[in-house]
């Protein structure tokens, strides 16, 4: 059974920084493409961050490039997004989803296969 545990969020003030958490088990970790993802209330969920299975390849959306980063610990099963200076607009719940195939990141939610319960994110102004 594959879960997803995201964990990390809370509320900050605009300015601040956050380091959300994902543990991975139940898939082969090391061979999935691994995505962040984000949805505020009455928009669709969009993909913020992505990172291949060697976290050689990384995606960002414009939005958030320059502030946060993606990072992954294969020994540990568990990727990581790193969010500094954050805004009120990044208000969200962020979600961590697997993807099987491992070579290249996909913007598509429709691509990846598991996906986590989600965590809050709120920033304050």
């Known amino acids: 059974q594959v879960q997803l545990v995201e964990s990390g969020g809370g509320l900050v003030q605009a300015g601040g920084s956050l380091r959300l958490s994902c543990a991975a088990s139940g898939l082969s970790f090391s061979r999935s493409t691994m995505g962040w993802f984000r949805q505020a209330p009455g928009k669709e969920r969009e993909i913020v961050a992505g990172i291949n299975w060697s976290g050689g390849t990384t995606y960002y959306v414009d939005t958030v490039k320059g502030r946060f980063t993606i990072s992954r610990d294969n020994a540990k099963n568990v990727v990581y997004l790193q969010m500094n200076i954050l805004k009120p607009e990044d208000t969200a719940v962020y979600y961590c989803?697997?993807?099987?195939?491992?070579?290249?990141?996909?913007?598509?939610?429709?691509?990846?296969?598991?996906w986590g319960q989600g965590t809050q994110v709120t920033v304050s102004s």
């Open positions: 989803a697997a993807d099987s195939q491992f070579l290249y990141v996909s913007r598509d939610r429709r691509e990846y296969d598991y």
